[in-house]
């Protein structure tokens, strides 16, 4: 069964940098795998940031990027902000045709 | 404006079916693909099922792989998700989402609450 991993949580200063990943529990993360990333404030509906690995959603600021770094793939937000904090849910598309969600990472911004 | 409404949730015991209707609006709803994602109280998300855009291929995630069974109807601009042999571990906000056509989650609804208990 395929497992998509992501830290569980992740901590940034104001201003700083930060980069979540997303992996595979066997195997490397690649741009066929279509990696997508979304932004989930408590009790709200998600919101997309990222699809196709690096294209950002419509109205998504411009400090959110997504690549892949080494096996896997990667969210980084330039000048994490107060309103950052929340959960991220990164999605990878199998071949099967099957999409597997992985645990998300809550990020705190203090 | 896309806009899509979730439909059909409510509380069942262990055992039973519920049908979930999710009405959409706004698009070309014959051109997309549609996906179910679940949430389960205090959980991440969890992806259900996808239909393709002329109900021609449909895919479940293995936890629900027999029981749910996904379909549509383009004159109506609908999607149903069918659940049957209903589980407590099936207990969450159900989402109808929009595909964005690169594999991926586009549109999302507000969700369905389904409660499975006895």
């Known amino acids: 069964q395929t497992v998509v991993t992501q830290e569980p949580s992740f901590s940034v200063s104001p201003g700083a940098t930060v980069t979540l990943t997303c992996g595979l529990s066997?195997?490397?993360?690649?741009?066929?795998?279509?990696p997508s990333w979304y932004q989930q404030t408590p009790g709200q509906t998600p919101r997309t940031l990222i699809y196709?690995?690096?294209t950002r959603s419509s109205g998504v600021p411009d400090r959110f990027s997504g690549s892949i770094l080494g096996n896997k793939a990667a969210l980084t937000i330039t000048g994490a902000q107060a309103d950052d904090e929340c959960d991220y849910y990164c999605?990878?598309?199998?071949?099967?045709?099957?999409?597997?969600f992985g645990g998300g990472t809550m990020l705190t911004v203090l | 404006q896309v806009h899509l409404v979730e439909s059909g949730g409510g509380v069942v015991q262990p055992g039973e079916s519920l049908r979930l209707s999710c009405a959409a609006s706004?698009?070309?709803?014959?051109?997309?693909?549609m996906h179910w994602v679940r949430q389960a109280p205090g959980k991440g998300l969890e992806w259900v099922a996808f239909?393709?855009?002329?109900?021609?291929?449909?895919y479940q995630a293995d936890s629900v792989k027999g029981r749910f069974t996904m379909s549509r109807d383009n004159s109506k601009n609908t999607v149903y998700l069918e659940m049957k042999s209903l589980r407590p571990e099936d207990t969450a906000l159900y989402h109808c989402?929009?595909?964005?056509?690169?594999?991926?989650?586009?549109?999302w609804g507000k969700g369905t609450t389904v409660t499975v208990s006895s």
């Open positions: 239909i393709r855009n002329d109900g021609s291929n449909k």
């Open positions: 706004g698009f070309t709803f014959s051109s997309n693909g």
């Open positions: 196709n690995t690096d």
């Open positions: 066997s195997g490397s993360v690649s741009t066929t795998n279509y």
């Open positions: 999605v990878l598309y199998m071949d099967s045709g099957i999409w597997v």
């Open positions: 989402v929009k595909d964005g056509g690169y594999h991926y989650m586009d549109v």
